[in-house]
């Protein structure tokens, strides 16, 4: 068995990239998003298949504390240790979940799921002094090859 492995970049255009939104029992609105910034193709021995850099944002849209509604993004990302930080787990329902679509150069599509499993209220502070949320969530990703 020859064991070739080869890698590249993989060029891809974003067919759609939303931002998912969730309702907390306060009231609060957080806004998510998961998305590609790098795709690789690896041939092993014939065989395709690739991997991925994927990115995370996450936004409050809506505080019921400080009334705001959409403040801009935090230009410094708040880093949170799980195992020191978290504070609250919080109750929330899904208002808006789709996925993330994207088109390889080689005219195969890539469905990204976002599925948040649980959210906490952490001790930490945003830059506007809203209070900052962590999300438990994992990523389904399903390759779609259409037969030309």
């Known amino acids: 068995m020859n064991n070739t492995i080869s890698k590249k970049n993989v060029e891809f255009e974003t067919v759609r990239e939303i931002w998912n939104k969730y309702e907390l ?44 509604t959409n403040p801009p993004l935090s230009k410094t990302p708040v880093s949170i240790d799980p195992t020191k930080d978290l504070d ?40 506007q002094g809203n209070v900052v949320y962590y999300l438990d969530f994992e990523n389904k990703i399903n390759i779609f090859k259409p037969n030309i």
């Open 25 to 68: 029992e306060n009231g609060t609105i957080i806004k998510s998003r998961f998305y590609i910034s790098q795709v690789i193709e690896i041939i092993r021995d014939g065989n395709i298949s690739y991997e991925f850099k994927m990115e995370n944002q996450t936004s409050l849209q809506h505080s019921i504390s400080n009334t705001i």
């Open 88 to 127: 609250k787990e919080m109750n929330f329902q899904t208002l808006f979940n789709k996925s993330q679509i994207y088109e390889l150069e080689n005219q195969t599509f890539l469905f990204i799921y976002e599925k948040v499993n649980h959210m906490w209220s952490t001790k930490k502070l945003d830059s």
